[in-house]
């Protein structure tokens, strides 16, 4: 399943809201850290709070920054997947 056309504000908002990662400061664009624990599992570009539609290919490498398959990445963004579904799954693919 290919990913759906999202705003660039809608993956901002739910990046920041669900994931809460821990925003780097000192460049152009943000960026977020994404722990496990003590460990860094995760390095996510965040979009800016433009309306218009990212391009796939550009949603595409944030899902797999955040190691998400194209599905998940779609729960994500739509809210079936909460931020601690997000980092249960994300420690099952670590362990």
Known sequence: MAISDFTEKQIREKLLSKIKPTILRGSKHQKGIIYLGDLVVARVKIPNSHNRIMKRNKS???????????????????????????????????D
């Open 60 to 94: 595409q490498y944030i899902a797999t920054s955040l190691r998400l398959q194209d599905d998940e990445f779609n729960d994500l963004i739509e809210c079936p997947l909460t931020g601690p579904h997000y980092y249960k799954k994300l420690k099952d693919r670590v």
